[in-house]
DNA sequence: GGCGCTACTTAAAGCGCTTTAATATCGAGT
DNA sequence: ACTCGATATTAAAGCGCTTTAAGTAGCGCC
C-alpha cells in the first residue's frame, strides 16, 4: 500500500463490489449483515478513511457550510466553535475563510463558493443588503449578529436593546437613577444597544438622567470614556457600557482614577466574553448565548437546504444579564 | 442556466472542447491567443467559477494545507490570517480545523485529512512526538510554536529563551538588577521562557537575584503572582512576566496595590498581543513575527511538496524586543 | 418446473474538472 | 510533392466516490 487505501481497495479485501463498500460504509440499507462485518473489519484494518472531496463531487449534495468570519475577533471565535458542534449534529461539514489584509470581505466569501458550500454563514458581515441579496440567489445565507432590512437572507441575531434594557433594569433594582451609557460608535449594533439604553431610561422616568458618553466598542474608547466619567461635578453612579472591551476600559480609568467598582460606581458590559469573567474583572455584563444563536443559524439553512423552506427568517434571541461583581447598591 | 455554469456550458459557449477551456483558464500552454480572449470573455459572460472539489480531484495534487488551531487563541487567529496570506502566494488554498468540545485534537486532525490535505501546519499541537511522527508518514506536517525533538516532522518556532534574554538585558540597560520573573506554568513554551529569564541572569551575574514567582499564562495567575509582588518586603524593581496574559494580570493587581509601573516597577510581557498594544496598557514585550513565522511553516511544507525535501528541518526565528511605556529606569 | 417474491449485490453512469496522447493544420525545408 | 516540426485542438481516460437500474439468488408455492 503505497497510498492511502482507497474504496476499491477494501472492495478488493473483503471481494465485493466498490458500491457495496460504499453502501456499508454510509449506513445505506441494502447490505446484509454479514457483509457489513466484512466490510467494516476490512476498512478498519486497511484504516480506510473516506476522501471527503470525491464524496462530495459524486454526491450531488455537498454538505458543507461555509462560515465568514474574522478569525482575530474573539466572538467570532466563539461561534465558529458552536457552529462546527451545531453542523456536526446535522451532518454538515464546515469550512472557515477569514478576513484577511488582501482578502477581504467578498474575497473570503468567493472561496467559499468555490468551495461550493451549500450554506454560508456569515458572521457580521459589512455586505449591504443588496449584495446580501445577489448572494441569496445562488446560495443558502444566514446572516448572524446584524439586522438586515428587507433581504433574501436569514437573519439571526439577540435583541442588544432588550440586553441593555436588562442592565437597566438590574441597576434601577439596586436603587440607581444616575445611569450613564458608554456608546459603541454608528455600526448597527451599537445603534441598537444606545436605543435599548434610551428606552429603558425612559420607560424607568429617567429620562432627565439620560447621560451617553462616545465610545467606539474598543478599551481605549472605554478607557477615554471612563476618566471623563471621572471627572464628572456630579458623576453616575453606575455605567453601562455598549461592549465588555468598553467596560474593561473604562474599569481601567477608573481604577487609576481611585474610583471602586462597585462601591463608588457600578460598572455593565456586553457580550459576556471571556474577558468578563476574570476573576479580577469580574465584570456585569449581558450574555448573548453564542451557542444558541450557532444552533439557530445551523438550523435555519439546514431547512432551506433539506426542508426546502424559502421565506426568509428572522430570528432574535433574547440576551441575558449575567450578574457578576461589578454591580452593587448604590 | 439553472445552476451554477460548469466548464461544459463555456466551452459550448465558444465552441471549442472543455479541454482548451480548462487549459486557457489554468493559463497552461498550448491554446492560441485568439482561442484565450474568446474564452476568457465567455467566462466572464457566464459568471463561471471553477468548482474547487472537482479540480482537485482531477488534479492528483491537491494543493491544499489544513491548519490545526485552536480559533479562541488569538495567537493562533494571528497565526492563520498570516499562513492564509502566504498559502496564497504559493499557490496553495488553506482550510481551518479548529479544537472544540466534542472535537479533540485527533478529531480535528482527522477532518483535515478527510479533506486529503497535502501539508498540515500544526499550531502548538499537543500531540507527542510520536503521533507526530506516524501522522508525517502520511502528510507533511510542520509544527508551529513548539519545540519537537527526535521526530521526522518539520519545526517552526521562535527562540523564546533568546526573547526572555532580551528582556532581561534590556531592564540590566536601564538600572535593574532585583529581576523577578512571572513564570508561565509546565509547558514547553513556558519551561523554555524560565529557562531564558536563569540564564539571563547568570550571564549577568545577577544569579542572587533570581526570583521566580508560580504563574500559567492567564490573566488570573498573572494577577495572583502581582498581588504577591507588590506585597514583598524588598519588592523588584522590574517584572518579567512568561506572556503578556500573565502580564497584563500583574499589571492590574499593581494599579489596585498602588504600584505605580514603570516608576516603582518595570514589566515585561511576552508575545507582542494586541492587548499589549493597547494605549492604556502600552506594555513593553517580545514580538515573536507571526508573518514570519507563518511565511517559514508555509515554505517549509511547500519545500516538501513540490521540491522533494525529505529531512526534517527545525526554523529557530529571533524574537525582537518592543519597547513600550512599561518600562524605565530603576 | 415455473412463477413471483424478497433480499442482496453489482455494473455502469456519472459528479466537474485535469491531463495525456492523438489528431489536425499549416508552413518551411529539401 | 513529401517529409518534418511546430502549433493548436480535442477525444478520452481518469480522480475516488455515489447512486440507480439491472441482475442474481434463494425460497415458498401452485
Redesign the pocket.
Known amino acids: 500500500m503505497d ?7 477494501v ?1 478488493a479485501r473483503v ?9 456499508v ?2 449506513d ?1 440499507p ?7 462485518r466484512r466490510v467494516l473489519q476490512a476498512a478498519a484494518e486497511l484504516g ?4 471527503r ?3 462530495m ?5 455537498r454538505h458543507l457550510l461555509g462560515v465568514l468570519l474574522d478569525v482575530r475577533n474573539p466572538f467570532h471565535a466563539e461561534m465558529a466553535e458552536e457552529i462546527h458542534v451545531a453542523a456536526d449534529e446535522q451532518g454538515y461539514e464546515v469550512v472557515l475563510s477569514t478576513l484577511t489584509r488582501g482578502r477581504d470581505e467578498s474575497g473570503a466569501i468567493e472561496t467559499l463558493l468555490d468551495f461550493r458550500c451549500e450554506g454560508l454563514l456569515l458572521l457580521g458581515p459589512d455586505a449591504g443588503a443588496a449584495e446580501l441579496g445577489k448572494l441569496a440567489a445562488e446560495v443558502a445565507v444566514v446572516v448572524i449578529g446584524r439586522r438586515v432590512t428587507d433581504s433574501a437572507v436569514d437573519v439571526v441575531r439577540s435583541a442588544d436593546n432588550v440586553g441593555v434594557s436588562q442592565a437597566i433594569e438590574h441597576l434601577v433594582g439596586l436603587g440607581h437613577r444616575r445611569i450613564a451609557f458608554v456608546d459603541g460608535g454608528r455600526g448597527v449594533i451599537a445603534t441598537a444597544r444606545r436605543r435599548g439604553y434610551r428606552e429603558a431610561m425612559r420607560r424607568r422616568g429617567l429620562a432627565g438622567f439620560i447621560t451617553i458618553i462616545a465610545g467606539d466598542h474598543t478599551e481605549e474608547g472605554g478607557s477615554r470614556a471612563g476618566r471623563l466619567v471621572a471627572a464628572l461635578d456630579e458623576p453616575p453612579t453606575a455605567v453601562v457600557a455598549s461592549n465588555d472591551r468598553g467596560a474593561v476600559g473604562v474599569l481601567d480609568a477608573f481604577i487609576r482614577a481611585g474610583v471602586d467598582v462597585p462601591e463608588d460606581i457600578s460598572l455593565i458590559g456586553y457580550d459576556d466574553s471571556t474577558l468578563a469573567r476574570l476573576a479580577h474583572i469580574d465584570l456585569t455584563t449581558v450574555n448573548q448565548d453564542a451557542a444558541a444563536q450557532a444552533s439557530h443559524a445551523v438550523h435555519a439553512v439546514v431547512q432551506r437546504l433539506d426542508e426546502g423552506r424559502a421565506q426568509p427568517v428572522e430570528i432574535v434571541l433574547r440576551p441575558r444579564l449575567v450578574v457578576r461583581g461589578s454591580t452593587g447598591p448604590v
Open positions: 497510498h492511502r487505501p482507497r474504496l476499491a481497495d472492495a471481494g465485493v463490489s466498490t458500491a457495496s463498500v460504499s453502501l460504509l454510509r445505506a441494502g447490505p446484509s449483515a454479514e457483509t457489513r480506510y478513511r473516506a476522501d472531496t470525491a464524496s463531487l459524486a454526491r450531488r449534495r
